[in-house]
């Protein structure tokens, strides 16, 4: 086996620029290969972050939709949902685990000379656990806070750098709206989401004094959404049909007509974008794994040549005593020997530019050691089977006739 290695290399470094120019189809395959692989696995691993980010085992609970002169308005336009369909939601709901009413909308803070337009959140304190928002500085607010309607504030990690730059936010008072409120702490980052929003570029103020000082509306203790959150992932659908039956029997709705709210499962929502992006990884790599057959049929190519050119050394070989294996064997080697150099300037070439689409396009990519593995088992399945023809093909001469050969 060594001496066949041996002659293998001998064979190929005889002919270096041919031999460079077939490896070149095999290295940009694998460098492809892991290349898309990485992007695919770095948009996975956004899309789980945003995930978790968002919470599990979540249905979030819309209002209906509004008419204005017999026009249907879009989901959410109705004032349907107040703070009591969250508390009865939370008394009576079995398979509930937390009930999180909010209402949001876009305000500008204002604290000495610096200024900042963000989105502000009005909620009761289960939103950082149902959100899974960690805190960084301080404390939450609390249930107190609520009925007391304070005037208090959760800072994002970007409004916390914006507004107060290198100064400590905690006990300071900034203004809403022009309304002032107090920094009670500040939240754990989290970044910016798959489509490029900022999850950190908000405040959360108690969603009693949102109503009454920021938001106001004509219906007393409207909401914009309610979020619920199940016990555990099995009980989500049963959880839904509860929420429903609840809020119709609240709402008072005869049966038979529509529900004058909009329940959406959004871990169901989040599952299906998980499994579009996880497909699409596999797109990536498929279409770059065409480049790889690109490269074996470029192989095939050359080492068809090769027996050509090399008919009458198969001759003397044997005529000398070598048997039809041995030759195959040789070829074999070439061939898998292109493939596997080929494949390892590959995998140093798709490392390379997965960190420089990191670092100049900020976009994760993730070089996992099973992407590595398949692309160096995949050009080594390409060397043989491409090379296989062309062994077979110089194994089969006849010694005379390829002796005779010119």
């Known amino acids: ?59 979030i609970v819309f209002p209906g939709t509004a008419q204005t002169g017999g026009s249907r308005q879009a989901a959410g336009s109705a004032a349907t949902l107040t703070l009591a369909d969250a508390d009865l939601l939370r008394d009576e709901g079995l398979l509930v685990a ?11 803070l204002v604290y000495g000379n610096n200024n900042w337009n963000t989105t502000t959140l009005g909620a009761t304190p289960g939103v950082l656990a149902v959100r899974e ?45 022009k309304v002032p409120f107090r920094v009670v702490g500040v939240l754990g980052a989290k970044g910016p989401n798959p489509w490029g929003y900022d999850q950190d570029d908000l405040v959360i103020v108690p969603i009693t004094t949102a109503q009454r000082r920021l938001f106001r509306s ?17 009980s989500l659908a049963g959880m839904q049909e509860e929420v429903r039956a609840i809020l119709r029997q609240r709402h008072r709705l ?16 989040l599952d299906n974008a998980a499994a579009s992006t996880r497909v699409m990884g596999l797109l990536l790599g498929a279409v770059a794994s065409i480049s790889l057959l690109v490269g074996g049929i470029g192989i095939m190519n050359i080492m ?18 070598a048997r039809p294996l041995d030759v195959r064997f040789q070829f074999l080697a070439e061939a898998v020997t292109l493939s596997i150099l080929g494949g390892s300037v590959g995998i140093l070439g798709g490392v390379g530019v997965s960190r420089v689409v990191t670092e100049i396009l900020e976009w994760p990519t993730i070089v996992s050691t099973n992407s590595v593995l398949l692309a160096v088992g995949f050009s080594a399945i390409v060397g043989i ?6 062994a077979w093909k110089a194994s089969n001469l006849d010694p005379i006739e390829a002796l005779r050969y010119d």
């Open 1 to 59: 086996m060594f001496e066949i290695l041996k002659t293998a290399f001998r064979s190929l470094f005889a002919n270096k620029t041919r031999s460079s120019l077939t490896m070149l189809g095999i290295v940009i395959g694998v460098g492809a290969v892991i290349t898309m692989v990485a992007i695919g696995s770095g948009a996975a691993s956004l899309m789980d972050r945003f995930i978790a980010g968002m919470g599990s085992n979540l249905l």
């Open 98 to 108: 937390e009930v999180v009413p909010e209402i949001y909308g876009g305000s500008q």
């Open 133 to 177: 928002w960690s805190i960084a500085e301080g404390q939450s607010f609390s249930d107190a806070d609520v009925r007391n309607a304070s005037k208090v504030c959760l800072l994002g990690e970007t409004v916390a750098r914006n507004l107060f730059g290198d100064q400590d936010p905690i006990d300071k008072i900034l203004r809403i709206r």
């Open 218 to 234: 004509g219906i007393p203790g409207s909401v914009r959404r309610i979020t619920v959150q199940a016990v555990n992932r099995n």
């Open 254 to 269: 005869p049966e038979g007509t529509a529900d004058d709210f909009v329940v959406r499962d959004m871990t169901q929502i």
């Open 304 to 321: 068809l040549v090769s027996v050509s050119e090399r008919t009458r050394e198969i001759g003397i070989r044997m005529a000398v005593g």
């Open 385 to 390: 089977f491409f090379g296989f023809w062309p």
